[in-house]
């Protein structure tokens, strides 16, 4: 991992230290990668929204050639977790940008209090996506956790950073890991106790439990009863769905946070931390470096992209099979994957920024990304008023790939609204909530 | 929320004449002493293998010495202690950050990268000295979250103290409310199973097709949540036997596998739902204390006095109650689900509240009246040493009571823990008198303070504890 990534990072040393980045031209590469990675967020998120889970259990283990199925693998192979990532790393470049940007000033806030008051505020924000705009996928809770880790480390070398980013998401590999092993390991208990079984021998308690406990892994599938009272509770008013929704998101920031986020977004905000040292997101390296970038990343990522999808995730509706062939998981590479396919995406973002053939895009991705965090939150809350049952109550009545054009209706309005907010004033509104909480003072809004 | 200092409203809170001379708040070492080292009477009955099984059947027979030290010990201690630590952690936030005044800049950078060590620390007394009740991860974490308070007025943080305990308040009651929605639930269910029993008898009677009689999955599985949570409740000692046949397990591999789920959960699920009030509550507490000069003889000590008595005979009482109601919840749980709309512990967070404020008073009483100086001076020795002291205690616990090490987990009675726990404490009392006299700070202290001052070059002479604090500079 670490040496297919340094023919593209190497040449990079040198110009970066040249002098600082034309300002208007730094911010707008950056956020035209954030406007892509929030918008790209949004197609991972739509099925949280909008469908019940068991639609990719039916997928899988339904026909190969439907619009839903390729869908599912389109999104899979290319998206899965890299828009998050983009969107993490440039969480973190972001956090070296706000301290970056501030001078400490006799009299004034230390920068240290500004930074942790502002994640304050984002965990706080977090906290009401989640239980009051009803978002149970919401990732800013996650963010403003790992935020808070990340200070010490703004001044860091690039290859440090990459170093410990690169071990966050080995961390996360290893657990899924550990996980394969203990499925192996049921299945291996269940085969012995099978064998056993057959030889005539009467089974031990542990044995019997062994065998009960595997076939009820193997012969999981989702209930339905469970869905239809998933279906009607997200259908039905805010209350309701508030507490169908409370255990999950309880649930999520406990255990997610413990034993998901802080390898997965922290690792990638490392990454991302150290590629903004190099230079790559603020216009720096050369085109050459780029399109390095664009093919390193697609030629690693979208093969192993593919791997996990067709071996991995539809393998795996076969558990007991899949046990029986592979002895390491292919999610083992997920990260493998995203690391690279956001590496590509974003090389290819550069390239099109460089080539200047879409200026109108550019500019209206700039300004979404810009207001990326009332963009976050607006997807909330478009999408939980559309699907929900206080507002449309859509939920579970489109098919899979019928979820996009709600995306893409999603992704025309924020491309359109960013733009002519931003003409008239200085920052999206929960942009200019988020700053005025952060120094207590009430900031100027209009241009 | 936050306080903003371009306002310039941060007067208020500073002290009006200098702090006084001594390097370093006695009363806070000694509060830090004591609470750490009494913390142990507590956590003996996890290290010792002294179950909440026994502890409650202790309850249900409600006589004998057994269950009288037991109830003293739970009323006079346990979480009191844990509260006390916190309330002098949030102190020394503030002190911390202000001591290293010659580099403000410096001082939050220093705190954040200590906090991120003791998080290690933490990490390493749960899954490596397996000591599952660690507390060092949720203070370095604490510290990381709160940091941004420590520039409040006193004011705001007492009001962050009272809601957050108020909060605390709210999360015990919610997690009865489960509890109550569960049985109603049940109670639906049972009811509809009578009503298909009684149709499908009827309908037999006439001969004629089966109505739908058979209970949903869904509704199978709502019976079974109440039933789960009853049988939870049942007070049997007989549940520790699993459990103890893993703890006295030889090899370290196997313990630390039986015990990595409970570290785990105590990490995340405890400080979500539970951990993140219970400490905010009182760091908070500390932190306003400390900027009202409450450690440092603001009041006179008849005043310290009256105002001990006060909070612990407040504390008592509610604690009296919360332990007759657990009684009673215990000897049949779905009838005193049915009576009370509150559960047993409620109060609780209030109750510790009161009594930590009662014992710092109390202690600051001491001190100042030169009470039993002689044994203070031992435990404000200790209370300089609290980290490695406390790691200190988990290394000789667990090696004591583990089964790899001399396997006494369970096999003592309460008293003899107690013992044990005394002993403990002995032995930490004398180390402390005499490592400090050698040295400026404990070996884990030390260690802690190497790595976050790391190479940097700000000279070891504006450590914590060593300068007339400038206040204004933070406040």
Partial sequence: ?447 | MITSSSTGDHDTEIPKSPLPSYSRIESLDVIRGVAVLGALFVSIWIFGGFSNQQQNQLLVISKGWNYRVYGAMELLLDGKMRALIAIVFGAAMIIFLNQTSKATVFAGELFIRRQMWLILFGLINAFVFLWTHDLLFHLGIMGILLFPFVRMSYRGLFIAAILTTLIYCGKNFWNYADKKDRYQKFLSVTALEKKYEKDSIALGAKGTVKAKDTLTKLEKQDKQAWEGTLANMKVDVKKDEGNIKAMHNLSYGKTWNHLLEKAQSREAQWTYQFGIWDLASMIFLGMALYKTRFFHNRFSSSKYFIIAIVCIAAGLLLGWFRLHYLQVSLHDFTKYIKGNAVPHDIFFPIERALLALGYACLLIFFLSVNFLSGIWTAFSSAGKLALSNYLLQSLICTIFFYGYGMGYYARLSQFQLYIVAAEVILVQLVLSVIWLKYYKRGPAEWLLHKLYYGHDAIPDNHTPGNANPPVTVIS
Wanted: hydrophobic share 45%; proline share 4%; net charge positive.
């Fill in chain 1, 1 to 447: 991992m670490d040496n297919s990534l340094e023919p593209s990072m190497q040449p990079v040393e040198t110009p970066v230290n040249a002098g600082p980045v034309q300002a208007a031209d730094r911010i707008k590469t950056i956020d035209i990668i954030r406007g892509v990675g929030l918008l790209g967020i949004l197609l991972m998120n739509i099925p949280g929204f909008g469908i019940d889970p068991s639609v990719y259990d039916s997928m899988r283990r339904g026909l190969h050639n439907t619009t839903d199925f390729y869908t599912l693998k389109v999104v899979s192979i290319f998206f899965e977790g890299t828009m998050r990532g983009l969107f993490s790393m440039l969480f973190g470049a972001g956090m070296i940008l706000f301290t970056m940007n501030k001078k400490e000033m006799p009299g004034a806030v230390p920068v240290v209090y500004l930074y942790y008051r502002r994640l304050l505020w984002l965990l706080f924000f977090g906290v009401i996506n989640a239980y009051v705009l009803l978002w149970w996928g919401d990732i800013l809770f996650f963010y403003a956790l790992c935020g808070m880790l990340l200070y010490t480390f703004r001044n860091s070398s690039p290859k440090l950073l990459l170093f410990l980013g690169i071990l966050c998401l080995s961390i996360a590999s290893l657990k899924t890991s550990l996980w394969h092993n203990e499925t192996r390991e049921s299945r291996h208990n269940y085969l012995e106790a099978v064998a056993a079984e057959k030889a005539g021998k009467k089974l031990t308690s542990e044995q019997k439990e062994a065998k009960a406990s595997w076939l009820e892994r193997e012969n999981w599938r989702p209930q339905p009863e469970r869905i239809e009272q998933n279906v009607t509770q997200m259908r039905s008013g805010y209350i309701a769905v508030f507490n169908h929704l409370l255990p999950r998101n309880a649930d999520d920031e406990t255990w997610g946070t413990y034993h998901w986020a802080i390898w997965d977004c922290l690792g990638m905000m490392l990454i991302g931390m150290a590629l903004f040292r190099w230079g790559f997101f603020s216009n720096n390296l050369t085109t050459k470096d780029y399109t390095m970038g664009l093919l390193v990343g697609y030629g690693i990522g979208i093969p192993v992209g593919w791997l996990i999808f067709t071996r991995g995730q539809l393998g795996m509706a076969n558990i007991a099979q899949y046990v029986d062939t592979y002895r390491v998981n292919h999610f083992v590479l997920y990260d493998v994957k995203r690391v690279f396919l956001s590496l590509g995406h974003a090389s290819l973002i550069m390239l099109i920024f460089r080539s200047r053939i879409v200026p109108w895009l550019m500019k209206a991705l700039a300004s979404v990304g810009q207001m990326a965090f009332t963009n976050y939150l607006m997807q909330s809350i478009i999408c939980t008023l559309y699907f929900h049952g206080y507002g449309l109550g859509n939920y579970n009545k489109l098919s899979y790939h019928q979820l996009y054009y709600v995306v893409l209706a999603v992704w025309i309005f924020q491309l359109i609204f960013s733009p002519v907010w931003l003409h008239y004033y200085r920052f999206g509104p929960f942009e200019w909530l988020w700053r005025s909480l952060t120094y207590w003072k009430k900031q100027p809004m209009k241009k």
